[in-house]
């Protein structure tokens, strides 16, 4: 399975921004481009959701609590993908994930997740 490493992370004002940045540790991606890219999130106590996923052909999917505030995006290698988070609010406070996704051949990797703390 593909390794994926998140880096970005950290504790932040309500209002201020950070960028999550999520890139493979090996070099299986030379061989194959992931039909999505994705950040997912989960705050204690909760469910993992999705915050935003990125398709091979550029189409973006947002949680509806971050649309607006959110932006992914991607290298044009398609191994690297971006977010983009700004007037953070104390309820964004989660452990972010990173996730590729490919279907054929199945591949479904996580990263360990950065941590992100919206706090006065």
């Known amino acids: 399975q593909v390794q994926l490493v998140e880096s970005g992370g950290g504790l932040v004002q309500p209002g201020e921004s950070l960028r999550l940045s999520c890139g493979p540790s090996?070099?299986?991606?030379?061989?194959?481009?992931?039909?999505?890219m994705g950040w997912y999130r989960q705050a204690p106590g909760k469910q993992r959701e999705l915050v935003a996923r990125?398709?091979?052909?550029?189409?973006?999917n947002y949680a509806d609590s971050v649309k607006g505030r959110f932006t992914i995006s991607g290298d044009n290698a398609k191994t690297t993908v971006y977010l983009q988070m700004n007037s953070l609010k104390p309820e964004d406070t989660a452990v972010y994930y990173c996730?590729?996704?490919?279907?054929?051949?199945?591949?479904?990797?996580w990263g360990q997740g950065t941590q992100v703390t919206v706090s006065s």
């Open positions: 090996g070099s299986i991606f030379s061989n194959y481009v992931m039909d999505w």
């Open positions: 990125l398709s091979s052909r550029g189409s973006t």
């Open positions: 996730n590729a996704h490919r279907a054929i051949p199945n591949i479904d990797s």
